[in-house]
């Protein structure tokens, strides 16, 4: 990763990422753009051609410093903007597999465009939003994907089944949870899930995924493929 503000992504070494660091799962490295900087000042950024407000991030300082971090095992350069497509399941699955990944964090306008056009034409280059809005820069989304793929990781998560059953990874939203007391403030957990009749159990979670699905995000619903939603499914 590539920052301005180092320590903005020092949680990546704390709780379960933490853990999947030292068990030597994955390996994290940040490096401080200003490392490329030769001036005093240790300038990363300048006026905007054509005007405007704000200032853009200078496309030396970018390029020395993908030069050294695109150098070495093949990876797959990823830039946090909110004109990126949507960071989505599907695609946190997808960097996952990747072996290497190189994240650059954006301030101010955003980093000036050459520099993505000339890392295209050594690397993949991924501009992407975690969601329609504007961040101050790139590393609190940088902290949210990250965490996204790296618990798809085998070995990260205690159970497997965690990241094949949770939210968006069959294209809709997950139900409810529940969890001791039996009662508590006067309301009950749902009596199916103390059956312990495990096809009752998946019919009424995935009612109730479905259900969500249809209140919250109907769009998930017509993206899924025609052949998703079985005959119980529908009968709902
Ligand atoms: N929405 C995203 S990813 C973003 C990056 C910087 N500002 O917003």
């Known amino acids: 990763m590539v920052s301005i503000f180092p320590s903005y992504l020092a949680p990546l070494r704390e709780a379960l990422l933490g853990r999947a660091i030292s068990r030597g799962l994955l390996e994290l490295t940040v490096h401080d753009l200003r490392a490329w900087t030769h001036d005093v000042h240790q300038a990363v950024d300048d006026s905007p051609y054509g005007g405007g407000p704000g200032m853009v991030m ?8 993908l030069d050294d971090v695109l150098a070495g095992p093949p990876a797959r350069l990823v830039v946090p903007t909110p004109a990126g497509r949507p960071f989505t399941q599907a695609l946190a699955r997808e960097f996952s597999a990747e072996e290497r990944l190189v994240f650059a964090c954006g301030r101010y306008e955003g980093i000036d465009q050459r520099v993505l056009d000339d890392a295209a034409r050594r ?3 991924d501009e992407v939003s975690i969601g329609d809005y504007v961040l ?9 994907i990250v965490e996204a793929v790296v618990r798809l990781l085998p070995g990260v998560l205690g159970n497997p089944r965690s990241a094949a059953e ?7 939203l997950e139900g409810p949870a529940y ?3 039996e009662v508590w403030r006067g309301l009950a957990v749902p009596d199916v899930l103390r059956s312990g009749n495990h096809a009752l159990i998946d019919r009424w979670r ?3 995924s479905l259900e969500r699905t249809h209140r919250r995000r109907p769009d998930l619903l017509e993206a899924l493929p025609a052949d998703a939603l079985d005959r119980a499914d529908r009968a709902l």
């Open 58 to 65: 200078r496309p030396q300082v970018w390029g020395d410093a």
């Open 123 to 125: 690397v993949t280059v």
């Open 136 to 144: 101050v820069g790139g590393e609190v989304a940088v902290l949210a």
């Open 166 to 172: 949770d939210s968006f990874s069959d294209g809709l």
């Open 179 to 181: 969890t001791r007391p």
């Open 206 to 208: 995935r009612d109730r």
